[in-house]
């Protein structure tokens, strides 16, 4: 049985690592709450849903080689997110996404763990291109991904859900 060694990445106030199973209470009170959920295609999740997810985010590593890291405050040792890289089959390509507890919106959290996500991307993976599936109507992850670096490429939709794509190019992140 393989299993991939998920990187611990740090940042100035965080910790990206991999999911473990006492990540479980936070992640599924993030899932449980209706506007965590609202943009993401999907109903709020109860506790075994949050844990299918947690196993999904893992099985990624495995499958890909990279994936969503849980994200951990420096400063209280607690779990706040989840941040990372995303290329499911059917994917319109290599994404970097993110989900924050509501109690850490507007912190910056999110755009410094996407900071890193995008650097794993590109120094480590060796990506030309990396992008951002974002629901229209989520401005606050639009401003994310413009602070990123990321512009505006497309319009699509996944299912029947209505999306927009930012992306960056190699390029584009090095200046």
Known sequence: MSRV???R???PRLVLRGFESGDLDLFAAMCADVEVMRYLGSPPLDRAGAWRKMALHLGHWELRGYGKWAVVEGATGRLIGRVGLWNPEGWPGLEVGWLLARDRWGHGFATEAGAAAL???FERLGAEHVLSVIHPENAPSIRV?????????????????????YG???AAWQA
């Open 5 to 7: 060694a998920i990187p």
């Open 9 to 11: 990445l740090e940042t």
């Open 119 to 121: 650097r794993f991307a």
């Open 145 to 165: 991904a413009e602070r990123l670096g990321e512009r505006y490429e497309r319009s699509l939709e996944i299912g029947t859900v209505p999306v927009v794509v």
């Open 168 to 170: 960056i190019g190699r």
